[in-house]
């Protein structure tokens, strides 16, 4: 009786949640959407949903995310669950303004800032030995988002090393020092650290964004760049102990604000690529002509807040664009930048050195051009990447910029990588039914020449090769997941480390020497 009772009590609670929740949609947003864009809608996992972050997105097209999801992202269709009047409330729920706008500027910064170890900041690399008996330039960091953790892990014994808690969320490649000694971690939330790869220890962290993209580090080693979402801003590091050295508000000349789609390192420039979402600019900033700023200490910042020497640090300059870029790739030399808008079903070549576009590919769909790699293929260089709403990978020669061959996958891809070493190039297929396959391509032949599938039923994403190329490593992209190796020229399965959903790794050498196959 009892037990009915309350029965009855929890579905008229339920029918009442329930009735609430259509009419209300704040409570509609906690339930559907706080987890992965934050109860105060200023992002987590998922982007802020603000209408200063909306302005590309039209509202019947919001509608449709919500009940559809977004091909390429995590954001699940909810048309299940929620009514077409519930979708409406909550479309006008995320386009309306907060009643307090976010801040998060120098102040805010700066008091984040937290530095876990004096010893590592005086400690120069060449004073300080490995803590462990390994190649340190063959490690891998692998990112666990299952529960927010990295695994270092032994890329000759495959054995993992050390495994530390992390911010939530870590998105974007990290990033590593030249040598290696160090690397940075930033997640979405706006949270920088530094680690230090020999004693395995963090050594500070930052807060430079309430929701952030990425980071970058001067080929020099001296700066961290960031790019955020929220607020419109990037934000410069000293890489030596994460203090606050600049921070730009990102517009265009008119003053319309943009969001930093992401930055990048152009080692051979000298300089930080900045891609925008909200205006048609590419930016590039060059970080050798801080003109006259001492190199390191107090005295470096106070002559970077000083007016003068602030306006000269760090120059900008605006390449304008005839449409948005949203996904971006550089040749190895950095004197080409290929990108593509998500919408544009094309990418377009620009030069850097000229500053103007110098050439249009057609490729159709939604090309990850983020995600592409480069070899040498008969008397040319080719350019494969996969396609985020389509099955296909295409091949491009960087000479003419046609595209010369089409490759079928069973569903859109997501990350595909290579090595100077490995005849191959993998790919995964990242959605749809057949999320578990992964394809392995000829780079002479331009052939499908394996199609694995490493777990079946269980999605397959993310490659990353060990320093020699001898090894392909595969994530289990699950909660209770793996990285599996494979002997990259048998593709026999060589071992299994059990991992908690292994978004990324990053091998130390591949990554600082600048590999062809992988991300920088
Ligand atoms: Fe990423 C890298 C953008 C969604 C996992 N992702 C990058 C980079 C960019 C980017 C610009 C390169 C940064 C760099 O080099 O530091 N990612 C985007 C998006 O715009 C998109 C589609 C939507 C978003 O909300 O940001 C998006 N990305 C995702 C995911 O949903 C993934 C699969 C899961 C997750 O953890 O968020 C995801 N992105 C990754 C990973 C890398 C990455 C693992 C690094 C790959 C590498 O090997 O370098």
């Not at 606050?244 to 508000?249: A, E, Q, T, Y």
């Not at 995600?371 to 996969?386: E, F, I, M, Q």
Request: glycine content about 8%; overall charge positive; some cysteine.
């Amino acid at each position: 009786m009892r037990v009915l009772a309350l029965t009855a009590a929890l579905a008229l609670c339920l029918l009442w949640v329930d009735k609430a929740a259509a009419v209300n949609p704040q409570l509609l947003f906690r339930q559907y959407c706080a987890q992965c864009h934050g109860v105060e809608r200023l992002g987590g996992t998922g982007p802020a949903l603000l209408p200063e972050n909306l302005g590309r997105l039209p509202r019947e097209q919001a509608g449709q995310v919500i009940a559809h999801g977004l091909s390429a992202t995590q954001m699940p269709g909810f048309g299940d669950r929620l009514q077409a009047e519930d979708i409406a409330a909550l479309v006008d729920y995320i386009y309306s303004p907060l009643e307090r706008a976010p801040r998060w500027g120098e102040s805010e910064i700066r008091a984040s800032r937290l530095v876990y170890s004096q010893q590592a900041l005086a400690s120069e690399p060449d004073q300080v030995a490995p803590v462990y008996d390994a190649d340190p330039l063959n490690l891998f960091l692998v990112v666990e988002a299952g529960d927010h953790h990295i695994t270092v892990l032994d890329g000759d014994r495959l054995e993992p090393i050390r495994r530390f808690k992390t911010r939530r969320a870590l998105h974007g490649g990290l990033k590593y020092s030249s040598t290696g000694r160090y690397v940075y971690l930033c997640s979405r939330d706006g949270w920088v650290g530094k680690f230090d790869m020999y004693s395995l220890e963090m050594i500070a962290e930052i807060r430079v964004g309430i929701n952030t993209r990425n980071a970058a580090v001067s080929a020099d080693d001296r700066y961290v760049m960031v790019g955020n979402y929220l607020p419109h801003s990037l934000v410069i590091l000293d890489a030596r102990d994460l203090s606050l050295v600049k921070i730009i508000p990102v517009a265009d000349s008119t003053g319309k604000s943009s969001r930093v789609s992401a930055v990048y390192t152009a080692a051979p420039r000298g300089s930080f690529i900045v891609a925008l979402k909200d205006v048609k600019e590419v930016w590039e900033i060059k970080y050798t002509d801080v003109t006259g700023l001492v190199r390191r200490g107090p005295a470096h910042e106070r002559r970077l807040e000083n007016g003068m020497a602030a306006a000269q640090a760090f120059p900008l300059r605006r390449i304008p664009l005839t449409d948005y870029l949203d996904d971006f790739f550089f040749d190895q030399d950095y004197e080409h930048l290929i990108g593509a808008a998500r919408k544009a079903r094309k990418g377009q070549v620009i030069t850097l050195t000229a500053g103007r576009k110098v050439a249009d590919i057609a490729i159709a769909g939604m090309p990850h051009l983020g995600s592409g790699v480069t070899w040498d293929y008969k008397n040319t260089r080719v350019l494969a990447s996969p396609d985020l709403e389509t099955g296909t990978v295409s091949i491009i020669d960087m000479r003419t910029w046609k595209v010369i061959k089409r490759l079928a996958t069973k569903g859109p891809g997501f990350f595909m990588r290579s090595h100077e070493r490995s005849p191959y190039a993998w790919v995964d297929v990242f959605r749809g039914p057949h999320r578990d396959l992964m394809y392995v391509i000829d780079k002479q032949t331009l052939e499908i020449a394996r199609v694995l599938r490493p777990e079946p039923g269980r999605t397959s994403g993310h490659v990353e090769f060990t320093r020699d190329g001898s090894k392909a490593l595969v994530s289990i992209w699950e909660p209770d997941g793996a990285v599996i190796a494979y002997d990259a020229k048998t593709l026999q399965e060589i071992k299994r480390i059990p991992m908690r959903k292994p978004v990324g790794k990053y091998n130390v050498y591949n990554k600082i020497m600048r590999s062809e196959g992988t991300s920088h």
